[in-house]
């Protein structure tokens, strides 16, 4: 991948006024790469759009290439402020004992989090549109993907595969593990991704305060009842495990008070 160009000016620098230009370009981008695509938006739209000229865009950003990256930095900003203390916690909580009703806390609280931030009025249409572009395999320009993963998916799926694993009793690198993880994460995403399809079986036109704290008590239901699930069957594998250990056949058992010792077979013959 190419190195991209410095922008002529810094991300968090420079007057206000030209901070507030930066934000109305990269906030018309988001708009029209969600409604056409990298390749379907032109910089002279993006520019028309943000009420810019053509000339102030390549000041800020360089090129077509540079607003995408700003859009998707922009996105993680936003994103990342809202899932960083939760993910604090967890990584607390892991750093140290915590039982398994601390650590399916934390990962609840990631949970709500995700939902909070779903169904937040700055997270509406066009940043729907805009990852559903983004997630297309193949179909838009990789940077926002790449950004996206690196700040937020990743750190977000690590600690929660992190904290399942202590849970369940299995690696966090397990591909079970990892599984799990992304199922109990993509439970609100339909909500999120194809509202149409919810809202037409549900009857809403929206999703208001109640109806998403619904939806957070339905999700938390039955995340807590898996995980409660798992975490009895990862006991019940260890309560087998010290049976079998219990129960095993003794080779040789050495008493520290002399040289006796127990044999489980008969001693060959000299």
Request: proline share 4%.
């Amino acid at each position: 991948m190419n190195q991209p160009k410095p922008l002529r000016r810094p991300l968090a620098g420079g007057y206000a006024r030209g901070d507030e230009t930066r934000l109305r370009i990269t906030e018309a981008a988001i708009e029209l790469f969600g409604e056409y695509g990298f390749d379907g938006a032109s910089t002279r739209d993006i520019a028309a759009r943000a009420g810019v000229n053509a000339p102030a865009l390549q000041y800020y950003f360089e090129n077509k290439e540079g607003v995408l990256r700003a859009c998707a930095e922009h996105i993680a900003d936003r994103a990342w402020s809202s899932f960083a203390p939760a993910v604090a916690r967890a990584n607390e909580l892991l750093s140290g004992k915590a039982g398994i009703a601390e650590l399916s806390d934390a990962f609840l609280h990631i949970l709500d989090t995700m939902a909070d931030h779903m169904f937040a009025k700055s997270c509406g249409l066009n940043h729907r549109l805009f990852f559903a572009r983004e997630q297309a395999a193949g179909q838009e320009h990789g940077i926002a993907s790449e950004i996206l993963t690196r700040r937020v998916r990743q750190p977000l799926n690590e600690v929660g595969a992190q904290l399942l694993g202590r849970i369940t009793g299995t690696p966090s690198d397990d591909p079970m593990t990892r599984i799990r993880t992304l199922t109990l994460y993509g439970q609100l995403l339909i909500f999120h991704v194809a509202q149409r399809t919810s809202f037409t079986m549900l009857g809403w036109k929206e999703i208001d305060a109640e109806k998403g704290e619904m939806l957070k008590a339905a999700m938390r239901e039955q995340t807590r009842i898996l995980l409660e699930h798992w975490s009895r069957e990862h006991m019940a594998r260890e309560a087998e495990a010290r049976e079998c250990q219990a129960h095993a056949p003794v080779h040789a058992v050495h008493r520290s008070t002399g040289s006796t010792r127990v044999k489980s077979r008969a001693a060959r013959p000299a």
